[in-house]
């Protein structure tokens, strides 16, 4: 059986320096001018072990998260695709000035990109549009994938994503940055033990429960293609005229069932998450969802509630989730504060962490690729909590009470909600 030549690359860069090691006590003895450096000594990462890292739409969250990756040891990144030539010279321009030399190539199409093969990784951080098709790209194109949120636009999406991962064997991180922060997993952790006695209700912020669409902008000239790729930028997506502010800010492209303004999605990517792992349903999903007021509600199978709320919470930063069980309850935020009840539930040595940083979240994916382990946040635990945000979301489209069947990912003997779990991919594109 041949040798697939990217594994055939990999084998020849990862083998050399062994195979030279080998023959030092033969014939051949291993050559004084090799620096330490190349051997992986003094500190410095063999190249034989770095990890190749390319990104793929890098604005302002990509910028931040591409920093946290090459400040770690044994990254090398190599190359930038984005639609905008731009954000590419831009991007170039910081990484050769990091690492003082002209190699970061650079693509307008994501196509020949991910076609090169020494590529280990990427860093996928487009508009929502690109998410899901880019991350199945790169895992069958051989690439560990680092996908900001929301990873996907629409239920089906989610179990593609996570079938795609798991055929590929590709490892795979949700930018879902919390799961790696101490006050997130200390608040988590009070409710796996027991702490708080037993779990009835979980609150998590939605970042917004509207339920508009981004619509139809009014027309503007398209630049050229080298400039700016209207065409590519729109992917999958349903075609619209160009927009100038739509191309500069991918954020307010359609979250997920064509709801903007977050729905359920944006935050809710994180806080649903969050809340998903406090309840220990990480392989599954809420029941059933409906709008109450002002909030949105769900019920999982266990009898968990859980609320999605804009209001009411503790003045501990952006991104808050509550977790209430009958001896007790705690909540947490973004400023890296516990507050909780009983007050001697709180661990006072824990590290407090303001702000929601990416290195650690980067470092445990970085960890995995090294290990083909399973992240924190891997395509099964970024499916389930995306399919109770697209669940919630449409509840709240429709207006009223839906029931979910997380077995066979779809609402019970309900046609118009089954009709959004899906849309349409634009040709060319496929999942």
């Not at 014939?27 to 034989?48: D, E, H, K, N, T």
């Not at 090169?116 to 994938?145: C, F, Q, Y």
């Not at 449409?394 to 990912?409: E, M, Q, S, T, Y």
Request: with cysteine.
């Amino acid at each position: 059986m041949k040798t697939p030549k990217r594994l055939k690359a990999s084998l020849n860069r990862r083998s050399f320096l062994g195979r030279l090691g080998s023959l030092a006590g033969g014939a051949i003895a291993l050559p004084q001018f090799i620096p330490a450096r190349a051997l992986g000594r003094g500190g410095a990462v063999a190249p034989s072990e770095r990890i190749v890292l390319g990104a793929i739409g890098i604005g302002g969250r990509g910028s931040y998260v591409l920093d946290a990756f090459i400040h770690e040891p044994g990254v090398q990144f190599a190359a930038i695709c984005d639609v905008k030539a731009a954000r590419r010279q831009s991007v170039k321009k910081m990484a050769d000035a990091f690492y003082g030399n002209q190699d970061c190539a650079m693509y307008r199409d994501l196509r020949e990109f991910l076609a090169r093969p020494e590529i280990d990784a990427v860093l996928i951080a487009t508009g929502p549009n690109w998410h899901a098709a880019a991350s199945v790209m790169a895992a069958k194109a051989g690439k560990d994938i680092y996908c900001e949120k929301p990873c996907t636009k629409t239920i089906a999406d989610s179990l593609t994503l996570a079938q795609v991962m798991r055929r590929t064997g590709r490892v795979f991180q949700a930018g879902t940055q919390r799961r790696s922060l101490p006050n997130f997993a200390f608040a988590a952790e009070l409710c796996h033990k027991g702490k708080l006695g037993k779990i009835h209700t979980l609150h998590a912020h939605p970042g917004g429960l509207g339920t508009g669409a981004s619509g139809w902008p009014k027309p503007e000239p398209e630049p050229d293609k080298e400039e700016a790729d209207w065409d590519l930028y729109l992917g999958p997506a349903s075609w619209r005229p160009y927009s100038r502010s739509l191309i500069n800010n991918g954020g307010g492209f359609e979250k997920g069932g064509g709801m903007v303004g977050g729905g359920c999605l944006e935050w809710g990517s994180h806080c649903v998450d969050l809340c998903q792992w406090a309840n220990q349903t990480d392989d599954t999903t809420a029941v059933e969802y409906w709008p109450e007021g002002n909030q949105l509600h769900a019920l999982y199978a266990n009898g968990v509630k859980l609320v999605l709320r804009n209001d009411g919470w503790l003045p501990l930063g952006s991104c808050p989730v509550r977790y209430e069980g009958d001896a007790g309850w705690v909540e947490t935020a973004d400023n890296g504060e516990v507050a909780a009840n009983p007050e001697e539930l709180i661990d006072r040595s824990r590290p407090i962490i303001s702000g929601y940083p990416a290195n650690f979240h980067v470092r445990d994916f970085l960890s995995c690729v090294r290990t083909r382990g399973l992240t924190r946040a891997n395509a099964d635990v970024a499916c389930w909590s995306h399919i109770t945000c697209h669940a919630a979301n449409i509840a709240l489209f429709l207006g009223r009470r839906v029931k979910f069947d997380p077995k066979k990912h779809e609402f019970i003997g309900d046609d118009e909600a089954n009709r959004l779990r899906s849309e349409a991919l634009r040709e060319p594109w496929r999942m």
